[in-house]
C-alpha cells in the first residue's frame, strides 16, 4: 500500500515503528472535550507533537522517557499502547474468508513485541509473556483444575480484570480480546474478538480468561481500518478523589476539562455554588493548587457528602464549603474570578419547570459575584432550552465565548464558557419579557 493511501493514523504508527524508543499511544476522554486532552498534551509532552484527534480519543507517539507524563494526563480516561494499525480489503461476502484475513494478519504481520514489553515495563507485570510450550501446558491444566474456584470468588462489579502489578514470576500471561466495529460487515464485533484472540494464544501460549486478565487486547475497527490497542490503565482515571458517589457525581477527567475552560491563573477565586459530590471543587484544589476555592450547595445531604469526600482526598485540602442557596450567594459583589459548576438537568436530579426560574436567579446571582471583565464561568446543563431564556434575561452581564456539545453519561450536555461583561451590577436591569422574571430583592 503507497504512503498516500495510508490513513492519518498508519502514517503515525508507521513514524513509531522507525525508532525502539517510540510508542504510538491512544487515550480516550469524554466525548466533547477531546480539544482539552489535546491542548493537555501538547502542554505536557511538546507543543509539536503530532496528535490524530478521532471522537472520543486523541492518538500520538512519545518517546519512552515522556511516558510518565502521559500517565500525569488529567484530561484522559484511559491509555493505551498500540501495538498495530492495519487495512483490509474486505471483498465478496464469505464471512469465513474476511475473517481468515484477520488470522493471517495476526499470524503472519503483526509484530507486537516491542508494544508487548512496553506495556510488561509500564503495568510492573512479573509473569511471563512468552512461555515455553512445556510451561503454558502446566499452566492451562492448573487453570482448568482451578476454574471453578475462580468463577465463584470472581469480584462482582470487577471491569478491569486483575492488577498486573500484583503478579508472580512464575505465571502465564492471561488475557481477553474485546472488539469495537463500526461499519457494514458481514460478521459481528464478537467474531473479530474470537478469531483473533484464538491467533493470539496460539502464536504467544497465553492463558484465555474473560475475567481476571492482566492484559485486554482491545481491537477497533473502523470501516475496513483496525487498530490494535493493549491497555495500559487497569482502572480508568476518572475515579480519582471521589469516595461517596451522589446519584449525578461527575467524573474527575470531565470536571478537569470544565476547568481547564475557565484558565485559572494563580490567586484566582473559584466557586462550585451546586457542588453536589464536590468533585469539580476537589479536582480544582489537586490541578490548581494556588487557587482559592469555595463550593456550597442547597441541599444538607449534599454538604455532608462533599465534607466526606474533601476529608478523604487529602487532609490540606483548601476547600471552604458551605450550605447556600445558589440564587442568594453570600459572598461580596465582584468578587469571584471562575464560577464552574454542573447545573441540574432536569433529568436525573431537579425539574425543568424549577430549571426555568432558578437558571435565571442563578445567572442574576453570578453577575453580582462575578468580577467584571475578569470574570469567567463554565456551565454544564443538559436543558438548553431554560439556560437560554436565562441568558436572555441576564444578557447584559454575560458574553457567551464558547459552547461544547458533550456527552455526560449518555445525556448530549452543553457546557457554556462565558465571559463577565463590564456592566456595573447596579446598572444592571434584567430583561421583562414572556419568559423573564425580575430581579430577586
Known amino acids: 500500500m503507497s504512503v498516500d493511501n495510508k490513513s492519518d493514523l498508519q502514517k503515525l504508527f508507521v513514524e513509531s515503528l522507525a525508532n525502539d524508543n517510540i510508542f504510538m499511544v491512544a487515550t480516550t476522554v469524554d466525548t466533547g472535550f477531546e480539544w482539552q486532552a489535546v491542548d493537555e498534551c501538547k502542554e505536557k509532552l511538546d507543543k509539536n507533537v503530532k496528535i490524530v484527534k478521532e471522537r472520543g480519543k486523541i ?56 508494544s508487548l514489553n512496553a506495556w510488561r515495563h509500564i503495568t510492573g507485570f ?3 509473556i512468552y512461555p515455553t510450550n512445556e510451561e503454558y501446558n502446566l499452566a492451562e491444566k492448573d487453570c482448568k483444575v482451578s476454574n471453578t474456584i475462580v468463577e465463584s470468588s470472581t469480584v462482582k462489579g470487577r471491569k478491569r480484570g486483575q ?7 512464575d505465571e502465564i500471561l492471561r488475557y481477553r480480546v474485546t472488539c469495537e466495529r463500526t461499519g457494514k460487515h458481514n460478521f459481528e464485533s464478537s467474531d473479530v474478538a474470537r478469531v483473533i484472540g484464538g491467533e ?27 487498530v490494535t490497542h493493549l491497555r495500559v490503565t487497569h482502572e480508568s482515571k476518572h475515579r480519582r478523589n471521589i469516595m461517596c458517589f451522589g446519584p449525578t457525581t461527575l467524573r474527575a477527567t470531565v470536571c478537569y476539562n470544565l476547568l481547564r475552560l475557565a484558565q485559572p491563573n494563580p490567586g484566582d477565586i473559584i466557586i462550585d455554588p451546586m457542588c453536589g459530590g464536590g468533585s469539580i471543587p476537589i479536582e480544582a484544589v489537586s490541578a490548581y ?17 462533599t465534607k466526606s469526600n474533601i476529608d478523604a482526598s487529602f487532609a490540606t485540602c483548601k476547600i471552604d464549603l458551605l450550605h447556600w442557596s445558589a440564587s442568594q450567594l453570600p459572598l461580596k459583589d465582584s468578587l469571584v474570578d471562575i464560577v464552574v459548576t454542573d447545573m441540574p438537568f432536569g433529568k436525573r436530579s431537579g425539574r425543568m419547570t424549577d430549571n426555568r426560574i432558578l437558571y435565571k436567579q442563578f445567572l442574576t446571582e453570578l453577575g453580582r459575584v462575578m468580577k467584571p471583565i475578569r470574570g469567567r464561568a ?9 439556560f437560554s431564556v436565562a441568558l436572555q434575561t441576564a444578557g447584559d452581564l454575560f458574553r457567551v465565548t464558547k459552547t461544547l456539545g458533550v456527552n455526560i453519561g449518555g445525556l448530549q450536555a452543553v457546557v457554556y464558557v462565558l465571559k463577565r461583561t463590564d456592566t456595573p ?7 421583562i419579557g414572556k419568559h423573564t422574571i425580575c430581579k430577586s430583592e
Not at 163 to 169: A, G, I, L, R
Not at 210 to 224: A, I, M, P, R
Open 126 to 128: 512479573q509473569g511471563k
Open 425 to 431: 451590577y447596579e446598572q444592571f436591569k434584567p430583561k
Open 59 to 114: 492518538y500520538f507517539n512519545v518517546h519512552w522517557n515522556q511516558f510518565a507524563l502521559v500517565q500525569e494526563m488529567r484530561s484522559i480516561d484511559n491509555v493505551f499502547i498500540v501495538a498495530d494499525v492495519r487495512q483490509f480489503e474486505f471483498t465478496g461476502t464469505n464471512k469465513e474468508a474476511h475473517l481468515q484475513l484477520f488470522k493471517d494478519a495476526v499470524h503472519n504481520d503483526m509484530k507486537m513485541e516491542k
Open 163 to 169: 492488577d498486573p502489578s500484583d503478579t508472580k514470576e
Open 200 to 226: 493470539l494464544q496460539d502464536k504467544y501460549l497465553w492463558l484465555v480468561d474473560l475475567s481476571t486478565y492482566y492484559l485486554e487486547v482491545l481491537c477497533k475497527l473502523v470501516n475496513n481500518e483496525l
Open 289 to 305: 493548587s494556588h487557587s482559592y476555592v469555595i463550593a456550597g450547595d442547597n441541599h444538607p445531604k449534599a454538604v455532608l457528602r
Open 378 to 386: 463554565v456551565l454544564l446543563t443538559y436543558d438548553r432550552r431554560s
